[in-house]
Protein backbone atom coordinates (compact mmCIF):
# COMPACT_ATOMS: atom_id res chain seq x y z
CA UNK A 1 0.00 0.00 0.00
CA UNK A 2 1.63 3.62 -0.90
CA UNK A 3 0.67 6.46 0.23
CA UNK A 4 1.28 10.18 -1.26
CA UNK A 5 1.86 12.56 1.48
CA UNK A 6 0.53 15.95 -0.15
CA UNK A 7 -0.55 18.02 2.91
CA UNK A 8 0.51 18.97 6.29
CA UNK A 9 -2.22 18.31 9.45
CA UNK A 10 -2.33 19.22 12.73
CA UNK A 11 0.36 16.52 13.33
CA UNK A 12 2.57 19.52 12.11
CA UNK A 13 2.43 20.89 15.37
CA UNK A 14 3.32 17.58 16.98
CA UNK A 15 5.33 15.69 14.40
CA UNK A 16 8.69 16.68 13.28
CA UNK A 17 8.02 16.91 9.19
CA UNK A 18 5.40 17.49 6.95
CA UNK A 19 5.22 17.61 2.94
CA UNK A 20 5.65 15.19 0.05
CA UNK A 21 6.80 11.75 0.25
CA UNK A 22 6.22 8.21 -0.39
CA UNK A 23 5.62 5.79 2.49
CA UNK A 24 4.88 2.20 2.71
CA UNK A 25 2.28 1.33 5.22
CA UNK A 26 2.83 -2.33 6.46
CA UNK A 27 -0.91 -4.31 5.38
CA UNK A 28 -1.22 -7.91 5.37
CA UNK A 29 -0.88 -9.77 2.10
CA UNK A 30 1.10 -7.55 -0.05
CA UNK A 31 4.06 -9.94 -1.40
CA UNK A 32 4.44 -11.02 2.41
CA UNK A 33 6.05 -7.54 3.67
CA UNK A 34 3.84 -7.55 6.83
CA UNK A 35 5.25 -9.43 9.60
CA UNK A 36 2.34 -12.39 10.45
CA UNK A 37 3.53 -12.04 13.63
CA UNK A 38 2.88 -8.36 14.42
CA UNK A 39 -0.83 -6.67 15.61
CA UNK A 40 -2.84 -6.02 13.38
CA UNK A 41 -5.35 -3.18 13.96
CA UNK A 42 -8.71 -2.10 12.20
CA UNK A 43 -9.52 1.56 11.59
CA UNK A 44 -12.23 3.71 10.02
CA UNK A 45 -11.74 6.91 8.93
CA UNK A 46 -14.20 8.96 7.76
CA UNK A 47 -13.87 12.13 5.25
CA UNK A 48 -16.78 14.99 5.27
CA UNK A 49 -17.66 15.78 2.25
CA UNK A 50 -20.69 18.41 1.44
CA UNK A 51 -21.89 16.56 -1.19
CA UNK A 52 -20.95 12.44 -0.34
CA UNK A 53 -19.02 11.64 2.34
CA UNK A 54 -17.11 8.44 2.47
CA UNK A 55 -15.58 6.16 5.48
CA UNK A 56 -12.88 4.06 4.85
CA UNK A 57 -11.91 0.83 6.47
CA UNK A 58 -8.27 -0.01 6.84
CA UNK A 59 -5.96 -2.54 8.01
CA UNK A 60 -2.05 -1.26 9.52
CA UNK A 61 0.23 -3.32 11.46
CA UNK A 62 1.95 -0.28 12.42
CA UNK A 63 0.35 3.01 14.58
CA UNK A 64 3.39 4.70 15.06
CA UNK A 65 3.76 8.79 14.62
CA UNK A 66 3.83 9.41 10.85
CA UNK A 67 0.90 11.13 8.23
CA UNK A 68 -1.34 9.56 5.68
CA UNK A 69 -4.24 10.00 3.35
CA UNK A 70 -6.64 6.77 3.51
CA UNK A 71 -8.70 8.05 0.56
CA UNK A 72 -8.46 5.26 -2.10
CA UNK A 73 -7.00 2.61 0.48
CA UNK A 74 -8.66 0.10 2.18
CA UNK A 75 -12.78 -0.29 1.56
CA UNK A 76 -14.37 2.61 1.02
CA UNK A 77 -18.23 2.63 2.28
CA UNK A 78 -20.84 5.15 1.82
CA UNK A 79 -21.58 8.05 4.40
CA UNK A 80 -20.10 9.48 7.96
CA UNK A 81 -20.02 6.34 9.82
CA UNK A 82 -19.69 5.26 13.41
CA UNK A 83 -18.46 1.60 13.05
CA UNK A 84 -17.82 -0.87 16.20
CA UNK A 85 -15.97 -3.88 16.77
CA UNK A 86 -16.14 -7.40 18.74
CA UNK A 87 -12.44 -9.36 18.79
CA UNK A 88 -11.70 -9.56 15.03
CA UNK A 89 -14.74 -8.05 13.31
CA UNK A 90 -16.01 -4.83 12.55
CA UNK A 91 -19.56 -4.22 12.80
CA UNK A 92 -21.34 -1.18 10.33
CA UNK A 93 -24.91 0.32 10.55
CA UNK A 94 -25.93 1.17 7.61
CA UNK A 95 -27.01 4.78 6.25
CA UNK A 96 -29.95 3.43 3.93
CA UNK A 97 -31.90 0.96 6.97
CA UNK A 98 -31.71 -0.61 10.28
CA UNK A 99 -28.81 -2.84 9.08
CA UNK A 100 -25.56 -4.05 10.68
CA UNK A 101 -22.99 -5.50 7.92
CA UNK A 102 -19.97 -7.40 9.67
CA UNK A 103 -16.57 -7.07 8.49
CA UNK A 104 -13.75 -9.57 9.47
CA UNK A 105 -10.31 -11.06 7.87
CA UNK A 106 -10.32 -13.04 4.94
CA UNK A 107 -7.84 -15.54 3.99
CA UNK A 108 -5.95 -12.99 2.68
CA UNK A 109 -5.51 -11.14 5.60
CA UNK A 110 -7.80 -8.52 4.32
CA UNK A 111 -11.00 -7.03 5.55
CA UNK A 112 -13.76 -8.76 3.65
CA UNK A 113 -17.54 -7.92 3.55
CA UNK A 114 -19.86 -10.17 5.31
CA UNK A 115 -23.07 -11.10 6.61
CA UNK A 116 -25.77 -8.41 6.53
CA UNK A 117 -28.41 -8.60 9.87
CA UNK A 118 -31.54 -6.45 9.37
CA UNK A 119 -33.50 -5.20 12.23
CA UNK A 120 -36.52 -4.20 9.91
CA UNK A 121 -37.97 -7.18 11.43
CA UNK A 122 -38.40 -6.34 14.69
CA UNK A 123 -39.87 -2.73 14.27
CA UNK A 124 -36.58 -0.58 13.10
CA UNK A 125 -37.67 1.67 10.65
CA UNK A 126 -34.26 3.48 10.31
CA UNK A 127 -31.14 3.56 10.07
CA UNK A 128 -29.55 2.84 13.47
CA UNK A 129 -27.37 3.85 15.86
CA UNK A 130 -24.22 2.47 16.32
CA UNK A 131 -23.77 3.90 19.94
CA UNK A 132 -26.67 1.51 20.74
CA UNK A 133 -24.62 -1.80 20.45
CA UNK A 134 -23.05 -3.52 23.34
CA UNK A 135 -21.68 -6.84 22.62
CA UNK A 136 -20.96 -8.55 25.62
CA UNK A 137 -19.67 -12.09 23.79
CA UNK A 138 -19.31 -13.57 21.00
CA UNK A 139 -22.23 -15.51 20.62
CA UNK A 140 -24.68 -12.54 22.43
CA UNK A 141 -25.48 -8.58 21.69
CA UNK A 142 -28.28 -6.12 22.56
CA UNK A 143 -29.12 -3.48 20.41
CA UNK A 144 -31.30 -0.45 22.09
CA UNK A 145 -34.41 0.88 20.77
CA UNK A 146 -35.61 3.51 23.43
CA UNK A 147 -38.12 4.87 21.19
CA UNK A 148 -39.60 1.52 21.66
CA UNK A 149 -38.95 0.54 25.32
CA UNK A 150 -37.06 -2.48 24.40
CA UNK A 151 -34.01 -4.03 23.84
CA UNK A 152 -33.61 -6.84 20.66
CA UNK A 153 -30.39 -9.97 20.88
CA UNK A 154 -28.78 -10.92 18.18
CA UNK A 155 -25.10 -13.29 17.63
CA UNK A 156 -22.44 -10.80 16.28
CA UNK A 157 -20.59 -14.20 15.20
CA UNK A 158 -23.80 -15.36 13.33
CA UNK A 159 -25.26 -12.50 12.49
CA UNK A 160 -28.67 -13.85 13.52
CA UNK A 161 -32.04 -12.48 15.50
CA UNK A 162 -32.01 -14.18 18.78
CA UNK A 163 -35.41 -14.58 20.51
CA UNK A 164 -36.47 -12.14 23.51
CA UNK A 165 -36.11 -8.64 24.26
CA UNK A 166 -36.13 -6.67 27.11
CA UNK A 167 -38.35 -4.15 28.31
CA UNK A 168 -37.07 -0.73 29.12
CA UNK A 169 -40.70 1.42 29.56
CA UNK A 170 -38.74 2.60 32.92
CA UNK A 171 -36.77 4.58 31.52
CA UNK A 172 -39.82 7.18 29.53
CA UNK A 173 -40.39 10.48 31.14
CA UNK A 174 -43.37 12.52 30.25
CA UNK A 175 -42.35 15.74 28.04
CA UNK A 176 -39.00 14.04 27.79
CA UNK A 177 -37.09 12.02 24.80
CA UNK A 178 -34.85 9.25 26.60
CA UNK A 179 -31.31 8.98 25.03
CA UNK A 180 -29.05 5.60 25.45
CA UNK A 181 -25.28 5.61 25.64
CA UNK A 182 -24.74 1.90 25.51
CA UNK A 183 -20.96 1.82 23.28
CA UNK A 184 -18.43 0.92 24.10
CA UNK A 185 -17.55 4.42 25.33
CA UNK A 186 -20.25 4.74 28.01
CA UNK A 187 -21.38 1.13 28.88
CA UNK A 188 -19.42 -1.40 31.29
CA UNK A 189 -19.64 -4.68 31.97
CA UNK A 190 -18.88 -5.68 35.76
CA UNK A 191 -19.59 -9.89 36.30
CA UNK A 192 -22.81 -10.77 35.22
CA UNK A 193 -24.26 -6.91 34.94
CA UNK A 194 -24.11 -4.11 32.69
CA UNK A 195 -24.29 -0.54 33.16
CA UNK A 196 -25.80 1.29 30.55
CA UNK A 197 -25.91 5.34 31.07
CA UNK A 198 -29.80 7.21 30.29
CA UNK A 199 -29.91 10.71 29.64
CA UNK A 200 -33.12 12.92 28.57
CA UNK A 201 -33.71 15.88 26.60
CA UNK A 202 -36.78 18.01 26.54
CA UNK A 203 -38.60 17.07 23.93
CA UNK A 204 -39.52 20.80 22.42
CA UNK A 205 -36.17 22.52 23.79
CA UNK A 206 -33.27 19.79 23.19
CA UNK A 207 -32.16 20.98 26.65
CA UNK A 208 -30.62 18.41 28.61
CA UNK A 209 -32.84 16.91 32.48
CA UNK A 210 -30.45 17.67 34.82
CA UNK A 211 -30.04 14.25 36.34
CA UNK A 212 -28.30 11.52 35.45
CA UNK A 213 -29.57 7.35 34.58
CA UNK A 214 -28.14 4.18 34.62
CA UNK A 215 -29.52 0.69 33.50
CA UNK A 216 -28.27 -2.09 35.36
CA UNK A 217 -29.15 -4.86 33.31
CA UNK A 218 -28.56 -8.93 33.93
CA UNK A 219 -26.85 -10.18 31.50
CA UNK A 220 -27.42 -13.76 32.38
CA UNK A 221 -30.92 -13.21 32.60
CA UNK A 222 -31.62 -10.42 30.15
CA UNK A 223 -33.52 -8.97 32.47
CA UNK A 224 -33.27 -5.06 34.02
CA UNK A 225 -32.49 -5.27 37.72
CA UNK A 226 -32.96 -1.61 38.41
CA UNK A 227 -32.83 2.29 37.13
CA UNK A 228 -30.79 4.59 38.55
CA UNK A 229 -31.16 7.99 39.27
CA UNK A 230 -29.32 10.48 40.69
CA UNK A 231 -29.72 14.52 40.39
CA UNK A 232 -26.04 15.29 41.46
CA UNK A 233 -24.75 14.80 37.59
CA UNK A 234 -26.71 15.24 34.10
CA UNK A 235 -26.53 13.04 31.32
CA UNK A 236 -23.42 10.46 31.13
CA UNK A 237 -21.58 10.35 27.52
CA UNK A 238 -18.58 8.05 29.14
CA UNK A 239 -17.05 6.07 31.45
CA UNK A 240 -13.82 4.27 32.78
CA UNK A 241 -13.30 1.87 34.56
CA UNK A 242 -9.64 2.16 36.89
CA UNK A 243 -6.88 0.32 38.14
CA UNK A 244 -9.39 -0.74 41.24
CA UNK A 245 -12.08 -1.42 39.06
CA UNK A 246 -14.17 1.21 39.90
CA UNK A 247 -16.82 3.00 37.42
CA UNK A 248 -16.83 6.53 36.99
CA UNK A 249 -19.63 8.07 34.46
CA UNK A 250 -18.50 11.26 32.77
CA UNK A 251 -21.13 13.82 32.17
CA UNK A 252 -21.82 14.33 28.21
CA UNK A 253 -20.73 17.48 25.95
CA UNK A 254 -24.18 18.27 24.91
CA UNK A 255 -26.30 17.89 28.24
CA UNK A 256 -23.51 20.15 30.24
CA UNK A 257 -23.41 22.81 27.69
CA UNK A 258 -27.38 22.97 27.92
CA UNK A 259 -27.27 23.14 31.36
CA UNK A 260 -24.04 25.28 32.36
CA UNK A 261 -25.30 27.81 29.33
CA UNK A 262 -28.05 28.70 31.93
CA UNK A 263 -26.78 28.52 34.92
CA UNK A 264 -23.02 28.46 35.05
CA UNK A 265 -23.03 27.47 38.56
CA UNK A 266 -24.17 23.76 37.85
CA UNK A 267 -20.93 21.13 37.48
CA UNK A 268 -19.34 19.37 35.13
CA UNK A 269 -19.16 16.23 37.39
CA UNK A 270 -18.83 12.51 37.14
CA UNK A 271 -20.22 9.47 39.86
CA UNK A 272 -18.71 6.32 40.84
CA UNK A 273 -19.94 2.73 41.55
CA UNK A 274 -17.14 0.70 42.94
CA UNK A 275 -16.06 -2.46 42.55
CA UNK A 276 -18.26 -5.35 42.77
CA UNK A 277 -21.29 -3.11 43.91
CA UNK A 278 -24.44 -1.58 41.61
CA UNK A 279 -25.14 1.58 43.35
CA UNK A 280 -23.77 5.35 43.01
CA UNK A 281 -21.61 5.96 45.84
CA UNK A 282 -23.40 8.54 47.94
CA UNK A 283 -20.08 10.18 49.20
CA UNK A 284 -18.25 10.85 46.00
CA UNK A 285 -18.89 13.45 43.43
CA UNK A 286 -15.96 14.55 41.12
CA UNK A 287 -16.41 18.51 40.14
CA UNK A 288 -14.23 18.77 37.03
CA UNK A 289 -15.78 22.32 37.14
CA UNK A 290 -14.32 23.05 40.65
CA UNK A 291 -11.01 21.38 40.12
CA UNK A 292 -10.58 23.06 36.58
CA UNK A 293 -11.82 26.37 37.19
CA UNK A 294 -13.84 26.08 34.36
CA UNK A 295 -17.72 25.47 34.04
CA UNK A 296 -17.27 23.13 31.05
CA UNK A 297 -15.41 19.60 30.97
CA UNK A 298 -16.73 16.23 29.69
CA UNK A 299 -16.16 12.93 28.72
CA UNK A 300 -13.80 11.54 30.95
CA UNK A 301 -10.98 9.15 29.52
CA UNK A 302 -8.70 6.66 31.32
CA UNK A 303 -5.23 7.67 31.84
CA UNK A 304 -3.74 4.69 33.76
CA UNK A 305 -3.93 3.69 37.51
CA UNK A 306 -6.59 6.07 38.85
CA UNK A 307 -6.33 9.01 36.88
CA UNK A 308 -8.35 10.19 33.53
CA UNK A 309 -7.79 12.76 31.15
CA UNK A 310 -11.26 15.47 30.34
CA UNK A 311 -11.55 17.78 27.51
CA UNK A 312 -12.35 20.97 29.00
CA UNK A 313 -13.47 23.95 27.08
CA UNK A 314 -12.03 27.48 27.09
CA UNK A 315 -14.74 29.86 26.82
CA UNK A 316 -12.95 32.75 25.90
CA UNK A 317 -12.17 31.57 22.66
CA UNK A 318 -15.47 31.07 21.55
CA UNK A 319 -17.24 34.30 19.96
CA UNK A 320 -20.84 34.17 21.35
CA UNK A 321 -23.54 36.70 23.18
CA UNK A 322 -25.40 33.96 24.47
CA UNK A 323 -23.55 31.04 26.42
CA UNK A 324 -26.19 28.34 25.00
CA UNK A 325 -24.92 28.41 21.79
CA UNK A 326 -21.15 27.21 23.09
CA UNK A 327 -22.70 23.92 21.58
CA UNK A 328 -22.61 24.79 18.24
CA UNK A 329 -20.53 27.13 18.05
CA UNK A 330 -16.85 25.79 19.91
CA UNK A 331 -14.33 24.54 17.42
CA UNK A 332 -10.78 23.60 18.25
CA UNK A 333 -11.78 24.98 21.77
CA UNK A 334 -11.35 22.26 24.16
CA UNK A 335 -7.82 20.71 25.97
CA UNK A 336 -7.03 18.13 28.12
CA UNK A 337 -6.80 18.14 31.87
CA UNK A 338 -5.10 14.72 33.61
CA UNK A 339 -6.85 14.10 37.01
CA UNK A 340 -5.81 12.28 39.91
CA UNK A 341 -9.04 10.47 41.06
CA UNK A 342 -6.55 10.03 44.61
CA UNK A 343 -5.66 13.19 45.15
CA UNK A 344 -7.99 15.29 42.71
CA UNK A 345 -4.99 16.84 41.93
CA UNK A 346 -5.60 18.36 38.20
CA UNK A 347 -2.94 19.49 35.81
CA UNK A 348 -3.52 21.21 32.33
CA UNK A 349 -2.22 19.45 29.61
CA UNK A 350 -0.04 21.98 27.59
CA UNK A 351 1.43 19.83 25.46
CA UNK A 352 -0.73 19.56 23.07
CA UNK A 353 -3.07 22.04 20.86
CA UNK A 354 -6.52 23.05 21.29
CA UNK A 355 -8.57 20.30 19.62
CA UNK A 356 -12.43 20.32 18.17
CA UNK A 357 -14.92 18.72 20.74
CA UNK A 358 -15.24 16.70 24.01
CA UNK A 359 -16.49 14.06 22.63
CA UNK A 360 -15.71 10.70 23.17
CA UNK A 361 -14.45 8.00 20.78
CA UNK A 362 -12.47 6.19 22.80
CA UNK A 363 -10.67 3.15 22.20
CA UNK A 364 -9.53 0.73 24.54
CA UNK A 365 -7.56 -2.30 23.24
CA UNK A 366 -6.99 -6.09 24.41
CA UNK A 367 -3.12 -5.07 25.42
CA UNK A 368 -4.58 -2.66 28.29
CA UNK A 369 -3.61 0.69 25.94
CA UNK A 370 -6.12 3.20 25.75
CA UNK A 371 -6.36 5.47 22.90
CA UNK A 372 -8.42 9.16 21.37
CA UNK A 373 -7.93 10.89 17.91
CA UNK A 374 -7.19 14.07 18.93
CA UNK A 375 -8.84 16.04 16.33
CA UNK A 376 -8.75 19.70 14.60
CA UNK A 377 -11.18 21.04 12.48
CA UNK A 378 -10.27 23.52 9.67
CA UNK A 379 -12.00 26.48 8.03
CA UNK A 380 -12.43 24.26 4.90
CA UNK A 381 -11.88 21.20 4.23
CA UNK A 382 -11.79 17.58 6.28
CA UNK A 383 -11.27 16.69 9.74
CA UNK A 384 -7.60 16.38 10.84
CA UNK A 385 -6.77 13.38 13.47
CA UNK A 386 -3.81 12.41 15.28
CA UNK A 387 -3.58 9.28 17.47
CA UNK A 388 -2.78 9.77 21.22
CA UNK A 389 -1.77 6.59 23.66
CA UNK A 390 -3.02 8.26 26.72
CA UNK A 391 -1.77 5.20 29.45
CA UNK A 392 1.63 4.56 28.68
CA UNK A 393 3.02 7.90 30.17
CA UNK A 394 2.45 11.06 32.23
CA UNK A 395 1.54 13.12 29.02
CA UNK A 396 -0.58 10.60 26.11
CA UNK A 397 1.96 9.98 23.35
CA UNK A 398 1.37 11.00 19.56
CA UNK A 399 0.98 8.29 17.30
CA UNK A 400 -0.06 7.91 13.57
CA UNK A 401 -2.16 11.39 11.51
CA UNK A 402 -4.96 11.18 8.97
CA UNK A 403 -6.73 13.25 6.79
CA UNK A 404 -10.48 12.34 7.71
CA UNK A 405 -11.99 11.67 11.31
CA UNK A 406 -10.77 8.72 13.34
CA UNK A 407 -13.78 6.55 14.33
CA UNK A 408 -12.73 3.61 14.64
CA UNK A 409 -9.33 1.57 16.33
CA UNK A 410 -9.35 -2.18 17.22
CA UNK A 411 -7.41 -4.72 17.21
CA UNK A 412 -7.95 -7.38 14.97
CA UNK A 413 -4.98 -10.02 16.13
Known amino acids: MITRIKYCLLASALLAGCGDETQVLPAPGEGGRADPEAPLYGLAVSVFNPDASQTYLITTSDLSARQFDVRGQGLELPGFLFPFSHQDAIFVPNEDGPTLTRYALGAGGALEEGITLSFASRGYAAA ?127 SIVTLSGQNTDYPSCALRIRAGESDFDPDFVLNISELTSRPIGCCGVWAGGESVYVPVLYEERVMVSDRRELWSESNNDYRYWRIDLG ?71
Open 128 to 254: MDSFNFPVLSATKAYAFDPPNSRVHLWNPTAMTLLPGEIDISMIQREGFVARIAADADAARQQGNLLFVPVGWEDALTEDARPVSGLLVIDTETDTVVKLLEDERCTEFQSSVRTASGDLYFFTSEH
Open 343 to 413: SNEAREITSLPFFNSGGPNVYELPDGLVYRALTLRPDEGPDESTLLELTRAAEPTVGAAFQGSLTLLTRLR
